[in-house]
């Protein structure tokens, strides 16, 4: 996931590549279906959803226990083993997507790219050095968008802060330095404006230059990069951010009393925008293959670690979804579509554009999900939707009795999956047991080693079931 | 702490440098002590140490919760950020040294250094590459004491085995190989095996090169150094460790079957024995000062991170013992002697030099002390000694009921301290609530930010009424 600030302004450049035709699958077969009532009470749709045990209960079985065991988790493995990182922009992108385009096709799927525009913002070489009170490397990773320093670096002295407050009350201290802003870490959703806006904040009170804590609770001198974003009007300075233990000692020196200067070098630099495409697979409705249940994770990461995480994870279950209904022989009555967005860590671009081109068909989308808080044991499924739709998901998650996930919780998330929502088609996303996300987002520590394979049957059982209950249910969600 | 493999082969050139008088410390005054029968029962020795219970509560009002509190926290984070870290052999292992000397002193402390010759290996730069199948640049730290590669690096095809079982059932794979190791992390005291000998056990089924998975049982892409000991008449070939997701990915990669290729470049050499110093600092005894309770930690650490917990931490709570003991203007009755180890993670190598000096005195060496697994919340003290020594300990340790650590513990652990415990001195060490203490030990994350000021309060207060109350007794523990 990136944050949830304010969306970049370069959407631009929005035409269809390539769409498939809905193939009619003609060896599949229809499960049973409960009656057709279209005027319904909630007792009928309690009814109508509680027929779909059985159906679940093979996806469960499958998914956990069947030859699917573990497959979501092999995939993962091999794309970001074969890929790496894969940053809006890069060659690695472009491979992953042509990867996933070619798995997809592969395993039987209806696939096509919709292409969009993109960021190209490259980090280049950087390096950080404190020079007084003594010399010590600096671990630090550059921020998204951020500029980069003249080829023989920013050397200046250092103002440590704790808050913006802290910065406005020593704004005549800050001109000429480079501010190290040191804030705790409170929740992510809080503290992450240290890092989206606070070289903007220090070049207002004159700083030339910022060093940012690493948005996370936990550090084993890691440092975690991320997207960040400059106010028009006010100068654009180069951030970085650095790990939390550097940011701590700088900040007990500083209470010393100690004169700090450190020099960066950073060669980040943005190219003009790149194409790329969000990634579409799908089973038609065999009802109403217009009508679409929606299906996601992104697949750009940040460039460092593997991207297993954020979100490769949560792409493989949106595909593993598809997977598990073809393998049952399953075709529900509306269109399971997957779609494996593109540069969703520069403020889910690919999305925003795939949303103003399919805006158009809104009526048509029954739910729209998305997976970017990673794939760890599920605790719930959150979901944004008003009371009527919320009763019908409250039977539905009743399904999920036999891996003891029943619970549904307000407000779904997902930057990709928000201008939907925002504009009322219900949302639903993937609560799970998160305590050490941050440890690794946006850091070398995003690799499979943080992935278990039992989790991730167990996500995509959740996100089968859920997914092709409703949209297989006689009608849409109500909205 | 360093491994508890055997002791390297180059202890030699013993002298001492410089022995201060015992002072007179005509201002201290001494405390009520129980009555002076030589002949005593348990029940006596019990009646004794409970009379201690008043000093003691006293000593642990000062270090938690009066004018002590924080101090050694303080105290390590200035000596930590002053210095930094104080590999073996290095500048900074002697401006660490000359920083205690006179940090020591100021503290109105008698305090002499010790002369010892120690090793002197320096890591140079090191980089590591998969090349095949895809390019990544892999974190590695290399091994103290590995042989250093060509210039231009070790190219080579990669072998990855999870053990040495497999290791010896795949030797014909070996051959001109760089061989990963791949091991799960049971314990550190099984586990370290690879580290230790991987590079032997490689270079005997023909391998050019090794790589060992860290040994830790968790990573944030973090490397972890350490000692390493090549076998008598085996082929010295260089070895590093990498992370545990890197070692993972190649498994996979290899299970697989694809071909990893990677090179390693290592600046790694060694250099003649370097001199240098354990610091010693005490306040003698009053009524017998030749007697001795050694309290220690090791002032060197690797040449990564702060060396703040291995062992910062245990070096500071034990000079706190003397500046508590002092402020409260206590004396004891035998003298309290602080050592601040130098080039433990050798292998023990400066107090291995200290006990072939001072072992000619063993029978007045009463009890040896050391902290070197982490200064977190203490959870008891670990004890190595006969059972009528353990009958007096039993009865020192409830004297810390206020701070709720009354458990004794069998067998005491310390390098350092294991010479004199092996020729029949009791040994005491600090239990603490370790589970993270491999996360961080030997890598980049052993720093201040791991260390809390309450749980190096505790440290102290414990360690402090152990060593004034044995060093306060009537009699010498039995031994």
Redesign the interface.
């Known amino acids: 996931m990136a944050w949830s600030g304010r969306l970049p302004c370069f959407l631009s450049c929005l035409f269809i590549y390539t769409l498939s035709p809905c193939d009619s699958h003609p060896h599949w077969t229809l499960p049973v279906r409960p009656s057709n009532d279209t005027a319904r009470k909630v007792s009928d749709v309690a009814t109508e959803v509680a027929a779909y045990a059985d159906v679940a209960k093979q996806i469960i079985e499958l998914a956990v226990f069947g030859a699917a065991q573990n497959r979501s988790y092999r995939r993962l493995?091999?794309f970001t083993?074969?890929?790496?990182n894969r940053v809006s922009g890069s060659a690695n992108l472009e491979m992953a997507i042509k990867y996933m385009y070619s798995a997809l096709t592969q395993n039987g799927l209806d696939v096509h790219l919709e292409p969009v525009k993109i960021p190209h913002w490259v980090r280049g070489k950087e390096s950080a050095e404190m020079i007084v009170?003594?010399v010590?490397n600096l671990?630090l990773l550059g921020l998204g968008s951020s500029v980069g320093t003249p080829p023989e670096g920013i050397k200046a002295e250092v103002l440590v802060v704790r808050s913006f407050d802290e910065l406005k009350q020593r704004a005549s201290e800050a001109r000429g330095s480079r501010v190290v802003f040191n804030q705790p870490f409170v929740s992510y959703g809080e503290t992450v404006a240290y890092r989206a806006f606070g070289a903007s904040e220090a070049a207002k009170v004159g700083a030339v230059a910022t060093l940012i804590r690493s948005i996370t609770p936990f550090?084993?001198?890691?440092p975690h990069t991320g997207w960040q974003d400059y106010q028009d009007g006010v100068k654009r300075i180069p951030t970085a951010c650095i790990t939390?233990?550097d940011a701590?000692?700088m900040w007990?020196?500083s209470q010393?009393g100690q004169k700090i200067v450190v020099r960066v070098t950073m060669g980040a630099k943005t190219l003009p925008d790149a194409d790329s495409f969000n990634v579409v697979a799908e089973i038609p409705g065999w009802q109403y293959p217009e009508q679409v249940v929606l299906l996601s994770g992104h697949l750009d990461s940040w460039d460092v670690?593997?991207g297993a995480m954020d979100d490769g994870g949560g792409a493989m279950i949106s595909w593993e979804v598809l997977s598990l209904i073809k393998d049952l022989g399953l075709r529900p009555r509306r269109t399971l579509r997957t779609v494996l967005w593109t540069a969703e860590e520069q403020g889910g671009v690919g999305a925003q554009q795939y949303y103003d081109l399919h805006k158009v068909n809104i009526s048509n989308f029954d739910l729209v999900m998305e997976s970017d808080v990673g794939t760890f044991r599920p605790v719930a499924l959150q979901f944004t939707g008003n009371d009527a739709a919320r009763k019908v998901m409250e039977e539905v998650v009743k399904l999920l009795a036999p891996i003891n996930t029943t619970k549904l919780e307000t407000h779904a998330e997902g930057t990709d999956i928000s201008p939907w929502m925002q504009a009322g088609v219900p949302g639903a996303s993937l609560h799970v047991a998160d305590s050490r996300y941050f440890?690794?987002h946006h850091?070398?520590?995003d690799?499979?080693?943080v992935q278990d394979p039992q989790d991730m049957n167990l996500c995509s059982a959740l996100w089968a079931v859920v997914s092709y209950v409703v949209a297989d249910l006689q009608d849409m969600l109500p909205r």
Request: hydrophobic share 30%; no cysteine.
């Open positions: 493995a091999d083993d074969t890929i790496g009170p003594r010590k671990a550090s084993i001198n890691s939390v233990e701590e000692m007990r020196m010393r670690g593997q440890w690794f850091s070398e520590g690799s499979m080693s």
